[in-house]
């Protein structure tokens, strides 16, 4: 399984730009990684966004829908609240702080787009 989190603060979504592999550099995400053996997926969420942005979260309800990906895994997302520590692109090119309008108008990967009706209700809208 792959986790994703969706940081909301001041209904703002945070986007975060892949810098690999090649077919997926410069696209944007939902941060998040792969669950480790013996990790729950909130616990290997925590964990992706404390290792990719140097933040400490709390994970929230899960996003409606998961989404199958190439090579049998499957791709959640969860809404997480941040405790502490200012995101940073310690794994991605870039960060951007996106509102409905932003959200929509970016080039996501096609994995998380299924996300964006529901993400888009939550932001502040142009
Ligand atoms: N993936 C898709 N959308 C996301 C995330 C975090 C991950 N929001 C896909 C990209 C990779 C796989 O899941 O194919 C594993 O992700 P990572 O460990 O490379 O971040
Ligand atoms: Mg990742």
Redesign the pocket.
């Known amino acids: 399984m792959?986790v994703?989190g969706a940081l909301v603060a001041n209904g703002l979504l945070l986007l975060a730009q892949r810098s690999r592999p090649p077919e997926?550099a410069g696209m944007w995400?939902?941060?998040?990684?792969?669950v480790e053996p013996g990790e729950s997926p909130e616990g290997a969420l925590e964990r992706e966004l404390r290792e990719e942005l140097g933040v400490e979260t709390v994970v929230g309800q899960q996003l409606a829908g998961d989404v199958d990906?190439a090579g049998g895994?499957v791709?959640r997302a969860y809404r997480v609240e941040l405790m502490s520590g200012t995101p940073a692109p310690l794994d991605h090119s870039d960060l951007r702080w996106v509102d409905a309008r932003g959200l929509v108008g970016a080039d996501l990967?096609d994995?998380?787009r299924a996300w964006v009706p529901e993400l888009s209700g939550m932001l502040r809208q142009p």
């Open positions: 792959v994703a997926l995400e939902l941060p998040g990684g792969k990906l895994l791709l990967v994995a998380d």
